[in-house]
């Protein structure tokens, strides 16, 4: 193995694997995992339809709703048999389902890192998902999380950026998150009837919006501005989610939506032109959406933004000038064809540098560390679920529509570092049997181990001190 096959596998991939072949080209082996990328892994088979999701979730909003009745008749006299009966186990029973799934896909989710194959395209997927968050702060979210990163990421990463732009937006997951799913025209069909009747107006959210045009595709303060946001709220209205939205529209949703599915009704979109960052939208329903939305996505403020950041997450928290600059005429001239930039990516000489200049995240860090190991299978459920909340990184869960952090200073604190000992201590007492890190370190870090870090594993007191300091090295915590 070269330092060039190291660098391929660290720093482009998942981690090395002692037991994995070093392939001759490193580049060539690279680009082959763009065309071998299978984006539904036996790891990930077995995951709940939305329509059991939602179905969960729809029983938790009934119990809610029984809840809040029996609250409110509390307040009056009533004979003792005339009492709401209220079950404080179902309920929590309907919240655990949730979390049960929740868990279960991010085992899945850990178990396909782990023993990928094609981890250059996982750590894709990884970075991804990331860039379009969802959290599941939120409890409709939570089941939600994976099916959005295995539904709308997942397949969508090896096409164009409109298409995964489009897929991962309007996914259920990231519609409820951002409170699209209760976003309703001022002048839609629904919410004049509405007011006619209640005398009550229904309004709009711009928090998706916003958050497509600040994160995922023009970059902050850039080319568009309050009323461009507005105006493309507008013309987003109309997307909501059957069974799971609420207000107004969980009568009408449950009436006609299907269960946990994104799904667009012209009874609730804005009517209308849209003018957005200087074009105008003439057409109606959806087809107005889809036409902002492949707008910006080839946006020229959109390639800059999204070459930033993939050269952010792979080369260095101040990436190379001249890798942004060939990301973006890449993006710009294939119109966002990713794997045209995964290419451009995986030719550039500033990938190739010795340097291990990126700080390994939470997930980077736990998922390398188990694949030098060897690790193929979790040893019980709840496990990704217990070490990345342990680390500070919970998995689908970074508390904002920005994502998790992709800079070292936010995770190479003291606080931080001495929850990796932590968790090292406990993998490495679960491998020290079969593992000898004075072996391993030269096979997964080819041409990085430095002589301290060597003298160190050398002197270990015992094979799991060893193994210890071998994931707590500092170039074991860079790649």
Known sequence: ???????????????????????????????????????????????PSRADIAASFREYQL???????????????????????????????????????????????MESAITADTDFAERLVHFWSNHFAVSVDKLPVLALAGDHEFTA?????????SDLLFAAATHPAMLLYLDQAQSIGPNSALAVRVAARRNRELGLNENLAR??????????????????????????????????????????LA???????????????????????GRRYSQQGEAQARAIF????????????????????????????????????????????????????IESPEMWLPKQAKFKSPWDWAVSSLRALNVRELPNNRQSVNIMAQMGQPIWRPGSPAGYS??????AGGAALMRRVEIASQLAKRSANRV?????????????????????IARAESPSQGLALLLLSPEFLRR
């Open 1 to 47: 193995m070269t330092i060039e096959t190291a660098i391929a596998m660290n720093r482009f991939g998942l981690g090395a694997r002692p037991s994995g072949t070093a392939p001759d080209s490193p580049k060539d082996w690279l680009k082959s995992q763009l065309g071998q990328y299978n984006p539904e892994p036996a790891a990930l088979a077995g995951q």
């Open 63 to 109: 119990d809610r709703k029984d809840r809040r009745a029996a609250v409110k008749s509390a307040a009056s006299p009533r004979m003792e048999d005339e009492t709401p009966q209220i079950d404080p186990a179902k309920i929590e029973k309907v919240v655990n389902t949730l979390r049960v799934q929740y868990v279960a896909a991010a085992d899945s989710r």
């Open 153 to 161: 990421i997942r397949p969508h990463i090896m096409g164009k950026f």
């Open 211 to 252: 958050e497509i045009l600040e994160l995922h595709t023009l970059g902050v303060r850039t080319v568009y501005n309050q009323n461009d946001v507005t105006e493309f709220a507008r013309a987003l209205t109309g997307f909501t989610v059957g069974g799971m939205a609420k207000g107004p529209l969980q009568r009408f």
């Open 255 to 277: 009436a006609n939506g299907r269960d946990g599915d994104s799904q667009f009704f012209p009874g609730i979109h804005e009517p209308g032109e849209r003018k957005v960052i």
């Open 294 to 345: 492949s707008d910006i996505a080839t946006h020229p403020a959109t390639a800059r933004h999204i070459a930033t950041k993939l050269a952010q997450h792979f080369a260095a928290d101040v990436p190379p000038p001249s890798l942004v600059a060939r990301l973006e005429k890449t993006f710009l001239e294939s119109g966002g064809d990713l794997p045209k930039l995964y290419r451009t990516l």
């Open 406 to 411: 992709d800079t070292t200073e936010n995770w």
């Open 436 to 456: 000898d890190a004075r072996q391993l370190a030269p096979r997964i870090l080819v041409g990085q181990i430095g002589q301290l870090t060597a003298e160190s």
